[in-house]
């Protein structure tokens, strides 16, 4: 039976597809033949002086020691609450406060005592966090600190213990569950709520999250607002107070951080050099780093 002008041509394009991987078969077996016999030559060694790095001058010895000095664990000691700490958990009782303080300096000391106090009472707290890793952070803290049994988490891809006194959980998820409340006239199982870092609320693409949780939460709920950062501490709770209804206590530890940060380069070959040198300058020996990037940048280019 003659076969037909498209079945020849089919046949013709098996034969040649064949014959293709036949060859590729080969070079393929020749490579790895070649891999195996072939040998590569060895990386060479780094040197111990990291590439020509200069070594720390007496002047920037001194420098790296004060930046690591009393860096360390501190002997435990009991806990004494400043001021700013007392008025804050005295005016909680009553008030919705707003505690602008800087980093370091006991914000959550407050939060986590008075969570005590509502776990003691029976009641229920909420503390939101604007991020899922500071979320978690917090809850393994709490957890710890009151009873894994006592505490949950609710984020986007947590949900764990839901039913729990205290609940640690995004703003976001905070802000849906009211939402949900109020379409179904139910009431948000909590008494009190911590907004943690709440100048998110001037952030202009999350921040009507923070603004939604303030104005959504009933007066019965009382807030507690943490930040480091608010500058108009006053009008933020003016606005709350008409909004909610509530007196609002504003609480300003003003003053340099209790924690003082310290910034540093570490260098190829480990060395440490600190942003300022000795005389609180930027430290130029930094330089020879950026430099020495652009030259090895131009090179492979």
């Known amino acids: 039976m003659a076969r037909s002008f ?44 990291g590439g020509g790095e200069r070594q720390l001058s007496p002047h920037q010895l001194k420098a790296v020691e004060r930046l690591l000095s009393g860096i360390g664990t501190p002997e435990p000691q009991p806990i004494v609450p400043d001021d700013f700490q007392i008025e804050a958990l005295k005016a909680i009782n009553s008030e919705d406060v707003l505690v602008t303080a800087p ?15 509502l776990l003691a009472d029976g ?3 909420w503390y939101t966090t604007p991020l899922k890793a500071l979320t978690n952070s917090k809850y393994m803290e709490f957890s710890l600190e009151f ?20 609940i640690v959980g995004t703003t976001e998820i905070y802000r849906n569950q009211l939402f949900d409340a109020l379409r179904n006239g139910e009431q948000v199982r909590t ?21 939604e949780a303030i104005i959504l939460s009933p007066p019965r709920i009382r807030l507690l607002l943490l930040s480091a950062t608010i500058g108009n501490a006053d009008e933020f709770a003016r606005w709350i107070a008409e909004i909610r209804g ?3 206590r504003v609480i300003n530890r003003a003053g340099t951080r209790p924690v ?24 130029r020996d930094i330089e020879q780093f950026s430099n020495q990037n652009r030259r090895d940048y131009h090179r492979r280019r």
Not at 147 to 166: F, H, M, Q, W
């Open 246 to 248: 509530t007196k609002v």
């Open 103 to 117: 980093t370091g300096s006991g914000k959550t000391w407050i939060a986590r005592e008075e969570i005590r106090r």
């Open 260 to 283: 003082e940060l310290r910034a540093a380069f570490i260098s190829k070959n480990v060395q440490l050099y600190p942003l300022f040198d000795g005389n609180g300058e930027y430290n």
């Open 123 to 125: 009641k229920r707290a």
């Open 6 to 49: 498209k079945g020849k041509k089919r046949e013709k394009s098996r034969d040649k597809t064949r014959r293709d991987d036949r060859q590729d078969r080969s070079r393929s077996n020749g490579f790895r033949s070649g891999e195996r016999n072939d040998k590569r030559e060895l990386a060479r060694e780094s040197s111990a002086d």
């Open 191 to 211: 008494d009190f709520v911590i907004l943690d870092e709440a100048h998110y609320l001037g952030d202009e693409d999350r921040g009507h999250v923070w603004e």
């Open 147 to 166: 009873g894994a049994e006592n505490v949950g988490i609710l984020t986007g891809d947590r949900k764990e213990n839901v039913n729990a006194p205290l």
